[in-house]
């Protein structure tokens, strides 16, 4: 049920693709609580998805702009800027790719020139966004940036490859930044660590169904869906955290605090106690 808890709140959103995205439900609840926002993803991300569909439902501007490209996200935030009559109160960076990971390449023969782009558009570009909007002024007091993160950047995970040294980038650029936006702006930006979450960015894993049943298994409350996802991100663009920042925050139904759970621990061959 819906608390207005964004109610007046505008901002920008990057990510959404389609109803399994992230960013799509994230976008949907904070509609539902009252914000109003832009949409953007890049030009052929929007030619292959359904943005439209998302926009006309949360009456949404949609402005493509290319992440990675700095005088594309200036002209964004701009016409952001120009459409919302002013600064905004949040953003989403919903956004990373592997081209190493769509071709399932193991980590010990990466390609070097895709392991660049992988971090420019997963993670660097998160620095590129948070460097314009400085520039621009385009903040309000206390306004939120989150980023979406994955627990790979702490630990190691069979088939996520370069994405871990993208998301442990993504991370640091979230604290790095994290001093300046409180001290300069009283900004704050932190990263959310979410469960695994079937969607258009998860398919890609060759072994995803792996990385979700394990973590389903593992964690006491079970995987957080996206639509739970929207839920926190909605409460940490609103006047409730104004105080949380520079953290990664899992939310994750308490995976990240397991070493061995019961369920995984039923599943495990039992050696003869007798020759111990």
């Not at 439209?52 to 949360?58: F, G, K, M, Q």
């Not at 993160?149 to 604290?175: C, W």
């Not at 996802?229 to 995976?255: E, I, N, P, W």
């Not at 759970?261 to 039923?266: N, P, Y």
Request: aromatic share 8%; with cysteine; net charge negative.
């Amino acid at each position: 049920m819906a608390k207005n808890i964004l109610n007046g709140k505008k901002g920008l959103i990057f990510g959404a693709l389609n109803e399994e995205s992230i960013a799509w439900q994230i976008a949907k609840k904070c509609h539902e609580e009252g914000a109003t926002f832009v949409l953007t993803n890049k030009p052929s991300s929007i030619r292959l998805g359904k943005l439209s569909e998302l926009a006309e439902t949360t009456n949404s501007k949609i402005i493509p702009a290319e992440i990675t490209e700095p005088d594309d996200l200036r002209r964004l935030i701009t016409e952001t800027l120009n459409h919302s009559g002013g600064r905004i109160d949040f953003v989403l960076h919903s956004v990373g790719m592997s081209r190493n990971i769509r071709k399932n390449t193991p980590y010990d023969s990466i390609s070097y020139e895709y392991l660049t782009e992988t971090l420019d558009v997963s993670a660097i570009s998160l620095h590129k966004l948070v460097q314009t909007l400085i520039s621009l002024d385009a903040l309000n007091e206390y306004a939120s940036i989150i980023a979406m993160t994955y627990v790979a950047s702490q630990r190691t995970f069979h088939g996520y490859t370069d994405m871990a040294e993208a998301k442990a980038l993504l991370e640091s650029i979230t604290r790095n930044f994290g001093v300046y936006l409180g001290d300069h702006k009283k900004v704050r930006i932190n990263a959310i660590s979410q469960s695994p979450t079937p969607s258009a960015a998860g398919s890609g894993i060759n072994n995803f169904s792996d990385f979700y049943t394990y973590a389903e298994l593992m964690s006491p409350l079970g995987n957080a869906t996206a639509a739970e996802c929207a839920d926190f991100c909605a409460m940490m663009f609103s006047d409730y955290t104004r105080k949380v920042t520079m953290q990664t925050l899992y939310h994750d139904g308490g995976f990240s605090s397991v070493g061995l759970s019961e369920h995984i621990a039923k599943l495990l061959p039992r050696q003869d106690e007798t020759s111990i």
